[in-house]
């Protein structure tokens, strides 16, 4: 395999057993990365290492670069295990975290099951990421900088009906990205968001249909873009908010 900027790199990708995170997954092990996935599931962490050893089958002189772990990092302490864990198994601390993890619902502000949906949007939408992402400075601060990377939604800045927890928690998203990066840009630490539209998944298609899916996001497409906002490319910015939109 070429050699790539990304080859020395340990990341964490919270959600990397998802339709999304799967992607994002092969294609930074395929860039050289060491991976550390996070899933709450571990039938979805075993469905991606099978398809990174048919798509990369290792050799024994090979280091292995991929490595689970199952948690909850929708708590302060789920995600100071997930940091712990990926230090203790590549030996070094992360540098890189794609926080993909996250929740969609929708419904009426005054529907009987609102309260509980609103809690559920704000846990996995905003606590998670708080959590991930201030458990992630210490490392980054000892290494002299690093990259945070989380996936917000187009709804965080047009809200339509129906969805107010799910687009107050991802508004809440852009503010954590934003003023977190004001606070760690003078130490190198890059702190992005990527808003997308609809993306290309299988729930997705299931819900809207096949015709609707050419006009969506494709899972690579958000791939591309938390490469391109860790690389030296990238390298002025901070505090950022990616539109990746597609024609939907």
């Not at 398809?51 to 929708?74: H, I, K, N």
């Not at 992630?136 to 000892?142: E, F, G, K």
């Not at 129906?162 to 760690?184: F, N, R």
């Not at 290309?200 to 249909?209: C, H, I, S």
Request: glycine share 10%; hydrophobic share 50%.
């Amino acid at each position: 395999m070429a050699a790539s900027s990304f080859g020395e790199r340990v990341v964490i990708i919270t959600g990397a057993g998802g339709g999304v995170g799967r992607t994002v997954s092969l294609r930074w092990l395929a860039e050289g990365a060491s991976v550390l996935a996070v899933d709450a599931m571990q039938p979805s962490l075993d469905a991606l290492r099978a398809a990174w050893q048919e798509a990369a089958p290792s050799s024994p002189a090979e280091p292995e670069r991929l490595a689970g772990f199952v948690g909850d990092v929708t708590t302060e302490e789920g995600a100071a295990r997930m940091v712990a864990e990926a230090e203790r198994v590549f030996g070094r601390p992360a540098d890189t975290l794609l926080h993909l993890v996250g929740g969609f619902a929708m419904g009426r502000v005054d529907a009987p099951d609102a309260a509980a949906t609103w809690e559920k949007m704000v846990a996995l939408n905003l606590h998670a990421p708080f959590h991930c992402y201030r458990a992630m400075l210490p490392a980054l601060r000892a290494r002299g900088g690093g990259w945070i990377v989380g996936i917000g939604s187009r709804t965080a800045v047009t809200p339509p009906a129906k969805m107010a927890a799910y687009a107050a928690s991802k508004a809440g998203l852009l503010a954590l990205t934003q003023s977190l990066s004001a606070e760690v840009r003078a130490e190198n630490i890059h702190v992005n968001v990527i808003l997308a539209s609809t993306i290309d998944t299988p729930a997705n298609r299931r819900e809207m249909g096949d015709e609707a899916a050419k006009n969506w996001v494709t899972p690579d497409d958000i791939a591309d873009a938390t490469l391109f906002l860790c690389s030296p490319g990238a390298r002025s910015v901070y505090g950022a908010t990616l539109e990746v939109y597609a024609n939907a």
